[in-house]
């Protein structure tokens, strides 16, 4: 059963609408990541936090640092690890022993917001999500301008 020419032109342009809006979401995000000026500053790791949870079980490991950026003294978080079921008190001595209150750590801020922190600058991830999601919406965005130009040309309408 093949479907009525209006409803596959709908489908091909649908097709086109949403290849562009894939290509120019990732284009506005690489683009926002890029242009976002990020400071490397020295932090001090002043606690570990040791959080267990029940369902599902798993306890997570929040590093908590201390940094100035400017004038101003910030503190930030880090979430270093999520691991399945509780910790035995000798896993917990092990990871305080890998990360030791009072080691140094860099960590980058955003000028406009010195509050804000994080551990890495994250703009690898948004060029892989670029680079993954701008072909896949291109793809779609020439397959749908295929396929109503076909239509068209056809006559069908």
Same mark, same amino acid.
């Given at each position: 059963?093949?479907?009525?020419?209006?409803?596959?032109?709908?489908?091909?342009?649908?097709?086109?609408?949403?290849?562009? $809006?894939?290509?120019?979401?990732?284009?506005?995000?690489? $683009?926002?990541?890029?242009?976002?000026?990020?400071?490397?500053?020295?932090?001090?790791?002043?606690?570990?936090?040791?959080?267990?949870?029940?369902?599902?079980?798993?306890?997570?490991?929040?590093?908590?640092?201390?940094?100035?950026?400017?004038?101003?003294?910030?503190?930030?978080?880090?979430?270093?690890?999520?691991?399945?079921?509780?910790?035995?008190?000798?896993?917990?001595?092990?990871?305080?022993?890998?990360?030791?209150?009072?080691?140094?750590?860099?960590?980058?801020?955003?000028?406009?917001?010195?509050?804000?922190?994080?551990?890495?600058?994250?703009?690898?991830?948004?060029?892989?999500?670029?680079?993954?999601?701008?072909?896949?919406?291109?793809?779609?965005?020439?397959?749908?301008?295929? $396929?109503?130009?076909?239509?068209?040309?056809?006559?069908?309408?």
């Amino acid at each position: 059963m093949t479907l009525p020419a209006s409803i596959q032109l709908i489908t091909a342009f649908a097709l086109c609408a949403i290849g562009l $809006w894939m290509i120019a979401y990732a284009a506005v995000y690489l $683009w926002r990541t890029l242009r976002q000026p990020l400071d490397l500053a020295s932090a001090t790791l002043t606690a570990l936090e040791f959080d267990t949870f029940d369902e599902p079980p798993h306890t997570t490991v929040t590093l908590v640092y201390a940094y100035r950026a400017g004038d101003a003294a910030h503190t930030g978080r880090h979430l270093a690890l999520d691991l399945p079921g509780a910790l035995s008190e000798h896993q917990r001595a092990q990871i305080a022993q890998y990360y030791r209150v009072g080691e140094r750590l860099d960590i980058y801020y955003q000028r406009a917001a010195p509050h804000r922190s994080q551990m890495d600058r994250g703009r690898d991830d948004a060029l892989i999500f670029a680079v993954l999601v701008m072909p896949v919406g291109g793809a779609l965005l020439l397959a749908g301008t295929r $396929w109503a130009s076909s239509l068209l040309a056809g006559g069908e309408l």
